[in-house]
């Protein structure tokens, strides 16, 4: 199958290219053309185009430019760039295969304020949560150490701890220079939760879960970054999630982190990205996520996850080397220490032990080594050139406060002036 991707500088991407393998086609749109699909021998050709959130109607016709001017099967969202595709569905959908909840669904889970809400009206458990709109309402908050979120924010970039009313006051005069709150914009104070990170996928098909796996974050990074896990079963998280799904209607890929106490059982929710995130990991556990994601793209039918006969196997573990070392290089380590866990992870011993690699696969992607090689190589020279590189990457896929009240507003185009594809797109799979 012929799959656009519309992004290519996220790890995301380059996990679900290697998902699927040389079994399908590749195209990818990215408005760097340093992007990370630039370098792999599993992506036929690199569109730059411009930035989706700064230049969301330009990122638009560009989309719809590409996919007049070819016929793709299906578009596969990476990345943040799905709340622009969801907003603009009914239209994308008149030309290709794709699977994005409604804006209204969309919008209410990619927000962290939204989520927060919605885990209240459901009764799902969750950190006592303040949403405050205004720097003084912020500045009021006394108990430490405490998490402060802006509403949109991507891998951490958004999420600081706090653990005095110095740092608060410190972080109010950050938010207030970087204008978060201007148009009453929404920022969350959240209590710190107990336990351990962990993150559960599940795939939807218009409310109904069909697949699912959760999993532990063995060694968070900065911002929470989860570059490794290891399958874990907690099988009530499972039930709230399709309790959710039922109640938004949610069609498409779903990933949601939350916080597992083994000493409680206690479960507290946290976060929830309406995206697909990673196909890879659910493969290796024993989880289609890569076809079964292409027949919701196509709308095929798909049992629930009840009658699943897929089940994801405990204990599988992965880990992404170089981005462990860039959250490493941003807290701190030196040289010596970045040579000592890259030559752990190249040796698989220590924390990488029986852990597979996800992002640099050079047996089956030769070209992978390019960036791997590259990033190491900086951050050997320049540890602090990690705090670069995450600017740098983010610009091209985050989604800002910003980013989505411009999407937001965006004029919605009317739709296509084209039938659907869905026979021949059937027929092919």
């Avoid at 595709?85 to 030309?95: E, G, T, V």
């Amino acid at each position: 199958m012929k799959i656009l991707l519309p992004e290519g500088s996220s790890m995301s991407a380059r996990d679900i290219v290697y998902a699927y393998g040389r079994d399908h086609q590749f195209d990818v749109l990215d408005p760097s053309r340093f992007c990370q699909l630039r370098y792999s021998s599993m992506v036929r050709r690199c569109y730059r185009c411009p930035s989706f959130w700064r230049q969301p109607q330009a990122y638009l016709d560009f989309l719809l430019d590409r996919l007049r001017s070819e016929e793709y099967d299906v578009l596969l969202p990476t990345h943040e760039q799905v709340f622009l595709l969801s907003r603009c569905r009914d239209q994308i959908k008149n030309l290709v295969g794709l699977a994005v909840p409604d804006f209204e669904t969309l919008d209410q889970l990619q927000s962290k304020a939204g989520f927060s809400r919605l885990l209240s009206e459901l009764d799902m458990p969750y950190p006592h949560t303040r949403i405050v709109s205004r720097v003084e309402d912020l500045l009021c908050h006394q108990n430490f150490p405490a998490y402060v979120k802006v509403d949109y924010s991507t891998a951490g970039n958004g999420v600081q701890r706090v653990d005095s009313s110095s740092d608060l006051k410190q972080l109010a005069e950050r938010l207030a220079s970087e204008s978060v709150w201007q148009d009453q914009a929404e920022v969350l104070i959240q209590e710190v939760a107990s336990g351990v990170q962990c993150t559960a996928l599940a795939l939807f098909q218009h409310g109904r879960m069909v697949s699912g796996l959760t999993f532990q974050i063995r060694d968070p990074g900065i911002g929470g970054w989860g570059m490794n896990g290891e399958t874990v079963s907690h099988p009530s998280v499972l039930d709230h999630l399709q309790n959710l799904g039922r109640h938004v209607g949610f069609h498409g890929a779903l990933f949601v982190d939350y916080f597992f106490d083994p000493q409680t059982n206690k479960i507290s929710f946290i976060e929830a990205n309406p995206r697909f995130g990673t196909a890879l990991f659910p493969k290796l556990c024993g989880l289609p996520f890569d076809e079964l994601f292409l027949k919701l793209s196509l709308d095929q039918p798909l049992p629930d996850f009840e009658a699943s006969p897929w089940r994801a196997k405990n204990g599988v573990r992965f880990h992404q080397t170089f981005l462990m070392l860039i959250s490493a290089a941003k807290s701190g380590a030196n040289r010596r220490q970045l040579a000592r866990r890259l030559i752990d992870a190249i040796s698989n011993r220590g924390f990488f032990d029986s852990s597979i690699e996800t992002i640099t696969r050079p047996r089956e992607d030769w070209m992978s080594l390019i960036p791997a090689f590259a990033v190491t190589s900086l951050l050997m020279a320049k540890p602090s050139a990690s705090h670069w590189l995450v600017r740098k990457t983010l610009s091209n896929y985050t989604l800002p406060v910003e980013g989505a009240a411009a999407i937001r507003a965006l004029a919605v185009p009317k739709a296509a002036d084209q039938s659907p594809t869905s026979e021949p797109i059937e027929a092919s799979l």
